[in-house]
């Protein structure tokens, strides 16, 4: 399973730009299934965001054996060493991998040596110092490309701004997504270093993401379907503080606390509490914390006490 808390911060982004878009449309019915087909997409698609950026060595790599064919109708000769980089063994291997082809088709995931984007990233790679002392190794051994192909990914192509800025127009969840995206490679490449030499184990985004979508989706609809009432707490609850004047992050984050709390019988009060006082601190005002941590503990009390919250077994009721 995704992080929990992913799963919450990007519930409380959907609903932040719900509750931004619902007072100007004209078919507020319509946006509630809209926005829960895009949260779930959301979701899906990390992995292809994996496979796509796991795929760009394969591109680079590809221009730069272009460039060694060009070379060889040159008559001031280079060196063979500067194109290491078109027959790295690693990078080899992760273009023959079965999986990484399947998932490159299912994605529709389409890299084009000749645009400027892929043209430019590949003179910025060649540029860096870690290429540059790569280029200069005479028949590099296994371990060698390995540790290019790493450092490639890790401290060239994700510290890139160019690169970051064409995910970040892609894909609007980008500035997250990278974080759990740069994990999964990380693993992935560190796989390949065993006894074989020639498979990549490939992380896996979620032992179950459809159970991860179905909890993100059920807590999103939850929330949008019982936002009035769960105004009427906030109203309640929030002494010296009218709804309005409450900023419209800091009530989705109550909004989506009190519907975990209510609607989620095997997660512990404490820990929504806790996750929504971090996301809080994170995403809203540094007073934030504070606010929300009092105000979803007088909500909670009371809720219990009516019979609204019900949770059991061992651990699942103090919210002390």
Not at 156 to 164: A, G, S, V
Request: hydrophobic letters at 35%.
């Amino acid at each position: 399973m995704l992080n929990r808390r992913i799963l919450r911060v990007r519930v409380l982004q959907y609903l932040y730009s719900y509750y931004s878009l619902i007072k100007f449309s004209d078919k507020p019915e319509q946006l509630k299934p809209n926005f829960i087909r895009k949260l779930s997409t959301s979701l899906e698609e990390i992995n292809k965001y994996y496979y796509k950026l796991l795929s760009l060595p394969i591109i680079l790599s590809d221009i730069n054996a272009e460039k060694k064919e060009i070379a060889k109708s040159e008559k001031i000769k280079k060196s063979s060493s500067r194109f290491n980089f078109s027959k790295n063994i690693a990078i080899s291997f992760l273009r023959r991998n079965k999986k990484l082809i399947d998932n490159v088709n299912r994605f529709k995931i389409d890299w084009n040596a000749k645009t400027p984007e892929i043209r430019s990233w590949y003179n910025f790679v060649m540029d860096n110092e870690i290429t540059k002392d790569y280029s200069l190794l005479n028949n590099p051994k296994f371990k060698d490309d390995f540790d290019y192909l790493k450092r490639l990914i890790n401290k060239i192509l994700f510290n890139n701004e160019d690169i970051n800025q064409f995910f970040e127009i892609e894909n609007i969840h980008w500035y997250d997504d990278r974080i759990i995206i740069r994990s999964m490679i990380k693993k992935t490449i560190k796989s390949l270093n065993s006894s074989n030499f020639n498979t990549f184990a490939f992380a896996n985004l979620s032992e179950d993401i459809k159970d991860d979508i179905n909890f993100a989706s059920s807590l999103f609809e939850s929330i949008v379907d019982h936002t009035s009432e769960y105004d009427e707490y906030i109203t309640k609850h929030s002494k010296n503080w009218k709804i309005d004047r409450i900023s419209l992050m800091d009530k989705s984050i109550l909004r989506m606390g009190i519907g975990e709390m209510v609607n989620f019988s095997n997660i512990p009060i404490k820990v929504t509490m806790n996750e929504c006082i971090d996301i809080a601190k994170n995403y809203s005002t540094p007073k934030s914390g504070l606010f929300i941590n009092g105000v979803l503990d007088v909500i909670s009390l009371n809720l219990q006490k009516k019979g609204v919250i019900n949770k059991s077994g061992k651990g699942l009721i103090d919210n002390k």
